[in-house]
C-alpha cells in the first residue's frame, strides 16, 4: 500500500518537472478512482517535483553552457537581434522576471534559461526553486478553489 503510494508520487514528480502547470488542475480536478489529494499534498508533491527538475536541469544547463564557453572560443562576440532581445531581458526584469513566469513556461526550459544567464549567480538556483514552490501553492490553490465551486474538466 505505501509502495504503490510512493509509486504514484514518483509520476506525478515525473509529470511535474515535464508539464508543471498543469499536474495540480490534474491531481485534484481529475484524480485517478481511489484518489483524493489533499490541498497540502498537492503543493508538496507539486514542489518538491519541480525542486527536483529545477535542480537537474540548472546543472545540467549550466555543465553543458561552461563545456561549450570552454570549447567552442570566438574571438570576436557577434551580436545579433536574438542575442540583443535576449540582453535586453535579462537587464529589465532579471532573475525576478523569469521567476514570475516560470510555472506558466515549464521546469526544464524555465531552469535552462536561468542556467544561460544567472549560472554565475549563487543565488538563481534557490530563487529558482522557490519561484516554482509559490507557483505551486497558486495553481493548487486555483485547482483547489475550482474543485469547492464546482468547476472540473
Same mark, same amino acid.
Given at each position: 500500500?505505501? @509502495?504503490?503510494?510512493?509509486?504514484? %508520487?514518483? &509520476?506525478? #514528480?515525473?509529470?511535474? %518537472? ?9 491531481? !485534484? ?7 483524493? #489529494? ?7 508533491? /507539486? ?13 545540467? &544547463?549550466?555543465?553543458?553552457?561552461? #563545456? ?9 562576440? !557577434?551580436? /545579433? ?19 514570475? %513566469?516560470?510555472?506558466? %513556461? ?22 529558482? !526553486?522557490?519561484?516554482?514552490? @509559490? #507557483? ?5 490553490? @486555483? ?7 464546482? @468547476?472540473?474538466?
Amino acid at each position: 500500500m505505501m @509502495l504503490e503510494y510512493f509509486l504514484k %508520487i514518483v &509520476g506525478w #514528480w515525473l509529470l511535474t %518537472i515535464v508539464k508543471f502547470f498543469f499536474v495540480p488542475f490534474g491531481m !485534484i480536478l481529475k484524480p485517478q478512482v481511489g484518489e483524493a #489529494w489533499s490541498l497540502a499534498e498537492v503543493i508538496a508533491v /507539486t514542489s518538491t517535483g519541480a525542486a527536483l527538475g529545477v535542480f537537474v536541469f540548472f546543472h545540467f &544547463g549550466e555543465f553543458i553552457f561552461n #563545456w561549450m564557453s570552454h570549447h567552442f572560443k570566438s574571438s570576436r562576440k !557577434i551580436f /545579433t537581434k536574438r542575442n540583443r532581445w535576449f540582453i535586453r531581458l535579462k537587464w529589465r526584469y532579471g532573475i525576478n522576471g523569469l521567476m514570475a %513566469i516560470a510555472g506558466l %513556461i515549464s521546469v526544464p526550459i524555465a531552469s535552462v534559461v536561468a542556467a544561460k544567464l544567472y549560472r554565475h549567480n549563487p543565488n538563481a538556483l534557490p530563487k529558482m !526553486i522557490i519561484a516554482f514552490f @509559490l #507557483w505551486s501553492v497558486v495553481l493548487s490553490s @486555483l485547482a483547489f478553489g475550482m474543485k469547492k465551486i464546482g @468547476l472540473t474538466f
